[in-house]
C-alpha cells in the first residue's frame, strides 16, 4: 500500500508564496518520478511541475521562473516553492508520483487548495 500526503496549501495574496509538500509511504521500492498538477473548477488537471529520479525537471510555461520543484530521494518527499503567486494559480494542487512496488504505477495524493486572492 502507498500513501501520497500532501500539506502546505492556504489562502495567499497576489504576489505571496507557498511551499506544497508531499510525502509518499508505504511499500515502496523506488520512485521513478514526482511531481505536482492542479486542477481549477471547470478545467481539466494539468500538468505543473514535475522531477525524474535522475533530477529532470519539467515546468508548465506558466510557472516558468516562479515556482521550483525539489525532491528529497532520502526522504521520499517532493516540493514545490510557489512564488510571485497569481490568481490564476488557484485550484487544487495534486501531489503525483510513479513508484515501483511489484511493478511501476501511478499514484496520487488527496489534493491541497491553494487560493491567491486579489
Known amino acids: 500500500q502507498v500513501q501520497l500526503v500532501e500539506s502546505g496549501g492556504g489562502l495567499v495574496q497576489v504576489g505571496g508564496s507557498l511551499r506544497l509538500s508531499c510525502a509518499a509511504s508505504g511499500s515502496i521500492f523506488s520512485i521513478n518520478a514526482m511531481g505536482w498538477y492542479r486542477q481549477a473548477p471547470g478545467k481539466q488537471r494539468e500538468l505543473v511541475a514535475s522531477i525524474t529520479n535522475r533530477g529532470n525537471i519539467n515546468y508548465q510555461d506558466s510557472v516558468k521562473g516562479r515556482f521550483t520543484i525539489s525532491k528529497d530521494n532520502a526522504k521520499n518527499t517532493v516540493s514545490l516553492q510557489m512564488n510571485s503567486l497569481r490568481p490564476e494559480d488557484t485550484a487544487v494542487y495534486y501531489c503525483?508520483?510513479?513508484?515501483?512496488?511489484?511493478?511501476?504505477?501511478?499514484?496520487w495524493g488527496q489534493g491541497t487548495q491553494v487560493t491567491v486572492s486579489s
Open positions: 503525483n508520483a510513479v513508484i515501483v512496488t511489484h511493478a511501476a504505477s501511478y499514484y
